[in-house]
């Protein structure tokens, strides 16, 4: 079992990811109370996909709040 404190925990997936299909993303998230983002049109990479720039946006988003 995973200890859960108060971490903030960023939980993101890429909506045609087929290692890492959109539940377990979703279960992710559950686990760690929080909030799943799908990445529309990216695969399992979202860091390498073609859209790793909204990736690295939302993660500064995350990282500044």
């Known amino acids: 079992d ?3 404190g108060n ?8 909506q045609n990811d087929y290692v890492v299909d959109n ?6 998230a559950a686990f760690w109370r929080s909030k799943e983002i799908l990445i529309d049109g990216s695969a399992h990479d979202v860091m ?12 500064m988003q ?4």
């Open 7 to 14: 971490e903030r925990v960023l939980v993101i997936g890429g």
């Open 62 to 65: 995350f990282i500044d709040a």
């Open 23 to 28: 539940t377990g993303v979703r279960e992710t």
């Open 2 to 4: 995973a200890k859960k």
């Open 48 to 59: 390498l996909d073609s859209k790793w720039q909204t990736v690295a946006e939302i993660m």
